[in-house]
């Protein structure tokens, strides 16, 4: 079993649409999670940490259900710009440093 | 938040020759690393670079193949050695300072192997 596992999509969805990704993690002892956004041939950045209360900001709100192992990311009123690739990062334990990348979901938005 | 370059941004090689890949940080953090993404796949871990000593590596990646050096807390390289076709990939220096900070990217080193 992979450590992240996500759906790698794509996801074509319509402009204004709200779309949800799910991401699950097999290491309970993760402590620190977050979703990264890559466009195409750049690197990756930082999107958002992920709190065990949830989390929003802006369009953007981020739950983690430690129980069931995963992470969503919901993305309200989506726009154009949104259509990157979404990663599902975790840390492998706790103290550990070292962050753990899911495959990514590659989201289109259309016009 | 922290800019990192990176040089070459891309390269060509021959099979059997060795590239060294520089990586820069505008400002002294505390972790650097190294990472490779293939065509259509995530990050893998290569290594932590440690400034004044030898690189941890992760499972599957050896230094021979990979010698990292670390000389001061901005700067980094990785070389990749006796490169062969499946060496062709994407190389990302990436840079946190302290545990919970974000970790940055540099925009990678596209590197194809002939």
């Known amino acids: 079993r992979k450590e992240v596992e996500q759906d790698p999509g794509p996801f074509n969805v319509p402009e204004g649409a709200t779309v949800a990704f799910n991401c699950t993690y097999s290491?309970?002892?993760?402590?620190?999670f977050f979703w990264y956004r890559q466009d195409c041939r750049k690197e990756p950045k930082l999107l958002m940490s992920?709190?065990?209360s949830g989390n929003e900001d802006g369009r953007f709100t981020a739950q983690l259900n430690r129980a069931s192992q995963y992470i969503s990311l919901l993305i309200r009123d989506s726009k154009l710009s949104d259509s990157a690739t979404y990663l599902c990062?975790?840390?492998?334990?706790?103290?550990?440093?070292?962050?753990?990348f899911g495959t990514g979901t590659r989201l289109t938005i259309i016009p | 938040s922290a800019v990192i370059s990176q040089k070459p941004s891309r390269d060509i090689c021959q099979r059997g020759t060795s590239l060294t890949i520089q990586c820069q940080v505008d400002s002294q953090v505390t972790m650097m690393f190294w990472y490779r993404q293939q065509p259509g796949q995530s990050l893998t871990l290569i290594a932590t670079a440690n400034q004044g000593s030898e690189a941890t590596y992760e499972s599957g990646f050896v230094i021979d193949k990979f010698p990292i050096s670390r000389p001061n807390l901005t700067f980094s390289t990785l070389t990749v050695s006796n490169m062969s076709p499946e060496d062709s990939s994407i190389y990302l220096c990436?840079?946190?300072?302290?545990?919970?900070?974000?970790?940055?990217f540099g925009p990678g080193t596209r590197l194809t192997v002939l």
């Open positions: 990436s840079a946190r300072s302290g545990g919970a900070g974000e970790q940055f």
């Open positions: 992920v709190y065990s």
């Open positions: 290491n309970s002892a993760s402590q620190s």
């Open positions: 990062v975790v840390n492998r334990s706790i103290g550990n440093e070292k962050l753990t």
